[in-house]
């Protein structure tokens, strides 16, 4: 039952760079065909297909080592932890639908970034996936900031947020099978073990109601708590 849970949450991490690539190879493909290629375009779109693979295989050793004490932390600037997440997780092919705001404290860290990297790159998804059915402007909503020698990372968006009757029961695991209204793989057991189990912190998550230029919204609000030093 583990592995098959792990093996879908594989699955599910590479979905989105492999689109990444596949969406970067097609479309030098038709500049080229059209004569519409640019050294610019060319270097942007190589550049893109080697952060995926490079994420792809990182993908395979964290999960490798998902169950071993031994790994190491490594000092990064919460930043570019973000920036990296949002380039693998392709977010500049879905910008023109949905809009991102950040409001960044750019703390350094001491964690593991690729498993960071991986929650953050699921709860994306799982913004994403919730926003697809909503009819007004779409938004996710990144912040971060330092509080009591502690990072707090807190990701929402304006889908309306999630249903009360399941709200408690979305970091359980195999929920995601049982509940496919909420999106399939989306891995939020696995986010829930990463951030407890790994790096001694807190991941929740609520509905919440608050107002963005000068407009009201009300969406799902993750909350990731954890130490500033592992």
Same mark, same amino acid.
């Given at each position: 039952?583990?592995?098959? *849970?792990?093996?879908?949450?594989?699955?599910?991490?590479?979905?989105?760079?492999?689109?990444?690539?596949?969406?970067?190879?097609?479309?030098?493909?038709?500049?080229?065909?059209?004569?519409?290629?640019?050294?610019?375009? /060319?270097?942007?779109?190589?550049?893109?297909?080697?952060?995926?693979?490079?994420?792809?295989?990182?993908?395979?050793?964290?999960?490798?080592? /998902?169950?071993?004490?031994?790994?190491?932390?490594?000092?990064?600037?919460?930043?570019?932890?973000?920036?990296?997440?949002?380039?693998?997780?392709? /977010?500049?092919?879905?910008?023109?639908?949905?809009?991102?705001?950040? *409001?960044?404290?750019?703390?350094?860290?001491?964690?593991?970034? #690729?498993?960071?990297?991986?929650?953050?790159?699921?709860?994306? #998804?799982?913004?994403?996936?919730?926003?697809? *059915?909503?009819?007004?402007?779409?938004?996710?909503?990144?912040?971060?900031?330092?509080?009591? #020698?502690?990072?707090?990372?807190?990701?929402?968006? #304006?889908?309306?947020?999630?249903?009360?009757?399941?709200?408690?029961?979305? /970091?359980?695991?195999?929920?995601?099978?049982?509940?496919?209204?909420?999106?399939?793989?989306?891995?939020?057991?696995?986010?829930?073990?990463?951030?407890?189990?790994?790096?001694?912190?807190?991941?929740?998550?609520?509905?919440?109601?608050?107002?963005?230029?000068?407009?009201?919204?009300?969406?799902?609000?993750?909350?990731?708590?954890?130490?500033?030093?592992?």
């Amino acid at each position: 039952a583990s592995m098959g *849970e792990m093996i879908g949450n594989i699955a599910h991490q590479w979905r989105q760079p492999l689109s990444t690539i596949m969406i970067a190879a097609t479309g030098m493909k038709f500049q080229k065909e059209h004569d519409l290629l640019t050294d610019e375009d /060319f270097n942007n779109s190589v550049e893109s297909i080697k952060k995926s693979t490079h994420y792809l295989s990182d993908t395979i050793e964290d999960f490798r080592n /998902f169950f071993k004490s031994d790994q190491e932390s490594s000092e990064v600037l919460i930043d570019d932890v973000i920036e990296t997440s949002l380039d693998l997780f392709g /977010f500049k092919y879905v910008s023109n639908s949905v809009k991102l705001v950040k *409001e960044i404290e750019n703390i350094s860290i001491n964690t593991y970034e #690729n498993e960071l990297i991986q929650v953050i790159i699921n709860l994306l #998804n799982n913004a994403k996936d919730a926003l697809e *059915e909503s009819k007004e402007e779409k938004y996710i909503f990144i912040s971060t900031k330092k509080a009591n #020698n502690r990072l707090i990372i807190q990701l929402k968006d #304006n889908a309306g947020g999630i249903p009360k009757e399941i709200l408690q029961k979305i /970091f359980e695991p195999y929920f995601t099978t049982k509940h496919k209204s909420i999106g399939t793989g989306i891995g939020l057991y696995m986010c829930e073990q990463i951030i407890t189990k790994h790096m001694n912190g807190i991941i929740s998550v609520k509905n919440i109601e608050y107002t963005y230029l000068n407009k009201k919204f009300k969406g799902a609000s993750f909350t990731i708590n954890i130490p500033i030093n592992i």
